[in-house]
């Protein structure tokens, strides 16, 4: 993103549209548990009360983790993996890939990006990815949410089938469900978390603590981890609820957030934390390491191919 080298052939917009989708397809596939378990303690609350107190406790991330092995198999980890995947692929791509040409039209081509333009960019690649991603986040969100019954039986039989079956039984306006407080969640955490690890990183090389190599983008990328968990927990537990509630619980983001405060207490906005922020920071270490070292591994077979023999 930043620091490149003086040497070094800055990558293109193409190749850092494509490596952000893959770097944050490889994110989720060694993360996902993580979610899973995150999700499930999000709606924890919420499942209990539908069920009259009788639905199943999760006790924190491992526990989570433990109790859906033994109830429902190690496969249940991996529920909506197809339609994370789909979504990192749209989703990533526009709010990390386009967020260094973002900034540049803001600072109209100027080197030196203030903290505005990079929040004015994080901002506006997030709720361009939303617009592009949000029926793959409500499948993904369902199928995690959702347990095998005693009986076999499932909300959804397969990726597609939820596609078909949420447009069928909700409308096409059901696969946009949460879209606002997706947009505003997307807003949030792509500002914590590409701002975030954009100024460590730029104050990294600043102070010469370290080079533009691995080490540096770990640390960058733990701590705009931990900033986007404290930042986005709230809006990412309302986000959770509301995707995942049938028709007519909710009337809207805010009843749902007003009913959980109502019902729940503040501390629901926090349910799942530590899940989120395992999840977050191991993701933005993985996905912004492997970003990195795609795009110079891309750029560098660029140059081969164009430098003649």
Known sequence: MVGMKPTDLAPTATVKFF??????????????????????????????AAEGGKGMKYKGVFG???TMVKMEGPRSLYNGLVAGLQRQMSFASVRIG??????????RGSENAGIVSRLMAGCTTGAMA?????????????????????????????????YRTIARDEGVRGLWKGCMPNITRNAIVNCAELVTYDIIKDLILKYDLMTDNLPCHFTAAFGAGFCTTIVASPVDVV?????????GQYSSAINCALTMLTKEGPTAFYKGFMPSFLRLGSWNIVMFVSYEQIKRAVTRAQQSWESPI
């Open 64 to 66: 989570t983790i433990t």
């Open 130 to 162: 939303v617009a592009f991603a949000q029926p793959t986040d409500v499948v993904k969100v369902r199928f995690q949410a959702q347990v095998r019954l005693t009986d076999g039986v499932r909300r959804y039989n397969g990726t597609m089938d939820a």
């Open 19 to 48: 490596g952000a989708g893959t770097a944050a397809c490889i994110a989720d596939l060694v993360t996902f548990p993580l979610d899973t378990a995150k999700v499930r303690l999000q709606i924890q609350g919420e499942a209990r």
């Open 239 to 247: 986000k959770t609820r509301f995707m995942n509630s049938s028709p």
């Open 98 to 107: 386009l967020y260094d040409s973002m900034k540049q039209f803001y600072t």
